[in-house]
């Protein structure tokens, strides 16, 4: 089991930053894999990035690619996605999940546990 709480949510204006946090409970281990998704109001959940635990190899979606950066730090079974130039479209409650394995899938149902959510707002 993985229990994910996620922080670092709020509002911004566009053109801001904001850097989330996402605190891994339980039994990770170096072998798996951390994403983020979003979902907006009315809309599909979507893949917003990932990153292997232990080698750290990414993925991004291509809408977020250039401006959010994703990280994560071991010793603190901590990972962290760092949000720069937001746009009004970035607006959606913010996933964090985890998945067994290492392999970088940028689907939702390969992934075995989900964190609560936080919300980001980007106003224009």
């Known amino acids: 089991q993985v229990q994910l709480v996620e922080s670092g949510g709020g509002l911004v204006q566009a053109g801001g930053s904001l850097r989330l946090s996402c605190a891994a409970s339980?039994?990770?281990?170096?072998?798996?894999?951390m994403a983020w998704f979003r979902q907006a109001p009315g809309k599909e959940r979507e893949f917003v990035a990932v990153i292997s635990w232990g080698a750290g190899s990414t993925l991004y979606a291509e809408s977020v690619k250039g401006r959010f950066t994703i990280s994560r730090d071991n010793a603190k079974n901590t990972g962290y996605l760092q949000m720069n130039s937001l746009k009004p479209e970035d607006t959606a409650v913010y996933y964090c999940a985890w998945k067994r394995g290492s392999a970088l899938s940028n689907v939702g149902y390969r992934y075995d546990y989900w964190g609560q959510g936080t919300q980001v707002t980007v106003s224009s």
């Open positions: 339980g039994r990770p281990v170096s072998t798996d894999a």
